[in-house]
């Protein structure tokens, strides 16, 4: 795995939680951490879900 990989694959989950975060926040009043890291979480296994599904095709039709 190279070092951008593991940087995006960090990073865009990350982004992702803390963006959904911020909507929940003008949703309601407040976002608690719990919810930050469940977002946080949801996005990071949906990231490597999404990952293991391409490489799964890639493999399939090579």
């Known amino acids: 795995m190279r070092?951008?990989?593991l940087?995006?694959?960090i990073a865009r989950p990350a982004l992702?939680?803390?963006m959904r975060a911020?909507?929940?926040k003008k949703e309601q009043d407040r976002v608690t951490v719990k919810q930050v890291l469940g977002f946080v979480a949801v996005a990071?296994?949906?990231t490597w879900?999404?990952?293991q599904?391409?490489?799964l095709v890639e493999r399939k039709l090579a």
């Open 3 to 5: 070092p951008g990989d």
């Open 22 to 24: 911020r909507q929940t």
């Open 16 to 18: 992702s939680g803390a």
């Open 44 to 46: 990071a296994f949906t």
């Open 49 to 51: 879900l999404t990952k």
């Open 7 to 9: 940087a995006s694959g």
């Open 53 to 55: 599904l391409d490489d």
